[in-house]
C-alpha cells in the first residue's frame, strides 16, 4: 500500500483544515488507517485510528471533540476533519496503514506510511 498524505497548509487559531490520504492497492478497504503528527523537537504522537469499515474509531485525548477520522473505501481515501485548530497542532501529519488487526494508537503497529503534509496553526 503506497500512501499520499494533502491538504495541510497555514490557518488561525479556531479555523478548520480537512486532511487527505490517498492509498493505492486493492488491500486498501482491508487495512486499518491511522493519523499520527509529529512537532518539532517532539516525538511522533498518535492522533486518530479507523477500523477497516470505518465503524470503529480512536482519538487521542487532545484532538477529541475537535477532529473526525473518516474513510470512504471505494475511492481509496482516508480524512482527518481537523475543527477549532489550535497551535499546539502545529505538526508534519502522516497518514498510516496496518494490514491486519484492529485500531491501534501505537506507530509501530503501523506497517506503511505517507510522506506527511504540514499543519501550521498561527495564534
Known amino acids: 500500500v503506497q500512501l499520499q498524505a494533502s491538504g495541510g497548509g497555514l490557518v488561525q487559531t479556531g479555523g478548520s483544515l480537512r486532511l487527505s490520504c490517498e492509498g493505492s492497492?486493492?488491500?486498501?478497504?482491508?487495512?486499518?488507517m491511522g493519523w499520527f503528527r509529529r512537532a518539532p523537537g517532539k516525538e511522533r504522537e498518535f492522533v486518530a485510528a479507523?477500523?477497516?469499515?470505518?465503524?470503529?474509531?480512536k482519538y487521542a485525548d487532545s484532538v477529541k471533540g475537535r477532529f473526525t477520522i473518516s474513510r470512504d473505501n471505494a475511492k481509496n481515501m482516508v480524512y482527518l476533519q481537523m475543527n477549532n485548530l489550535k497551535p499546539e497542532d502545529t505538526a508534519v501529519y502522516y497518514c498510516?496503514?496496518?494490514?491486519?488487526?484492529?485500531?491501534?494508537?501505537?506507530?509501530?503497529?503501523?506497517?506503511?506510511w505517507g510522506q506527511g503534509t504540514q499543519v501550521t496553526v498561527s495564534s
Open positions: 498510516a496503514a496496518r494490514r491486519d488487526g484492529y485500531v491501534s494508537s501505537t506507530p509501530v503497529m503501523y506497517d506503511y
Open positions: 492497492g486493492r488491500t486498501f478497504s482491508n487495512t486499518v
Open positions: 479507523v477500523s477497516t469499515g470505518g465503524s470503529d474509531l
